[in-house]
């Protein structure tokens, strides 16, 4: 089956650096998303990994291990307006639909 | 805004009513996707309609009615609902048949109360 794990939250302190990390079972692999959504809110896009390695953007990274089954989102320099939940997503074949994780819940302290 | 607007944001409605959710997009998009969000549980794919055509139905519940006039326009019809159908419905919208970095762009979504 196809099968998406992430943390179900997470607690960092303002200022600090948080990985967020996701492993996939799928029966194929076209490209890794993760996206974050605010309370009530759409989800929107963060970052897109399809070969292996890291992929940074400011202060989101997103790495990508194929041949694990592994990423992780690295966000730094937290900020309390980081506090959302982080989506991980595998598009599993060349179709266009994505299977998704359950999200993590990421809460900022001061 | 997010290029995928949702209306209502907001629903409550009794188990004998009829109702519909409405999405709209103008990004050039040719498929439409209706995702149902419940707390601490992944997306779940309702619909999804690709130029137009449905090509996915995730065994939904007949009480569940999608219907797609157009590439922009995607509805919900509900009707005679179950107080565990309350949840946030999700519209998406992204291009079909090409891979690389084209993921989805969601609307605000509906928050739906069953009572």
């Known amino acids: 089956g196809q099968n998406i794990d992430q943390p179900t939250e997470m607690t960092a302190t303002e200022g600090a650096i948080v990985q967020i990390n996701c492993t996939y079972q799928?029966?194929?692999?076209?490209?890794l998303f993760w996206y974050q959504q605010h309370a009530g809110e759409a989800p929107t896009f963060l970052s897109y990994n399809v070969l292996d390695g890291l992929e940074e953007k400011g202060r989101f990274s997103s790495f990508l291990s194929r041949s694990k089954g592994y990423s992780y989102l690295l966000l730094k320099e937290l900020q309390m307006k980081d506090s959302a939940s982080y989506l991980c997503?595998?598009?599993?074949?060349?179709?266009?639909?994505?299977?998704w994780g359950a999200g993590t819940k990421l809460i900022i302290k001061p | 805004e997010t290029g995928v607007t949702q209306t209502p944001r907001h629903l409550v409605m009794g188990m004998t009513n009829k109702k519909s959710l409405k999405c709209e997009q103008h990004?050039?998009?040719?498929?439409m996707y209706w995702y149902k969000q419940s707390a601490k549980k992944p997306l779940e794919l309702m619909f999804v309609y690709s130029l137009e055509e449905r090509v996915e139905n995730n065994s939904v519940p007949s009480r569940f009615s999608p219907e797609c006039p157009n590439s922009s326009h995607l509805f919900l019809h509900l009707h005679t609902l179950q107080p565990e159908d309350s949840a946030l419905y999700l519209c998406?919208?992204?291009?079909?048949?090409?891979?690389?970095?084209?993921?989805?762009?969601f609307g605000s979504g509906t928050r739906l109360t069953v009572v």
């Open positions: 799928t029966s194929g692999f076209n490209g």
């Open positions: 998406a919208s992204s291009r079909r048949g090409v891979g690389g970095n084209y993921g989805y762009t």
């Open positions: 990004l050039g998009h040719n498929a």
């Open positions: 997503a595998v598009r599993a074949d060349s179709n266009y639909q994505l299977i």
